[in-house]
Nanobody
């Protein structure tokens, strides 16, 4: 059974940093990534990373966020620097299961950026 478990969310002030972690189990995965959903808004892509290490970022987080993964540990991380109030959202881990290419989601972790 595939399971994705996020951790690392919290309340921070503008300009501060957070690191999110996602522990994946039950399979190995092609691409993994992070999405977020703010109240009243649709879920949106934040960043993705392939099994080979290629990354993709939303324009709104380029230069501030860094996604990485440890294939041996089946972990994916999101380092978030220079956080802004508009980064406030529930952040979800996402993974594409090998070889079936089914998409799986974690339960989400809340990130709140406020002074």
């Amino acid at each position: 059974q595939v399971q994705l478990v996020e951790s690392g969310g919290g309340l921070v002030q503008p300009g501060e940093s957070l690191r999110l972690s996602c522990a994946a189990s039950g399979s190995i995965f092609y691409a993994m990534g992070w999405y977020r959903q703010a109240p009243g808004k649709q879920r949106e892509l934040v960043a993705t990373v392939t099994s080979g290490g290629s990354t993709n970022y939303a324009d709104s987080v380029k230069g501030r966020f860094t996604i990485s993964r440890d294939n041996a540990k089946n972990m994916v991380y999101l380092q978030m620097n220079s956080l802004k109030p508009e980064d406030t959202a529930v952040y979800y881990c996402n993974a594409e299961r090998f070889p079936y290419r089914t998409i799986h989601w974690g339960q989400g972790t809340q990130v709140t950026v406020s002074s």
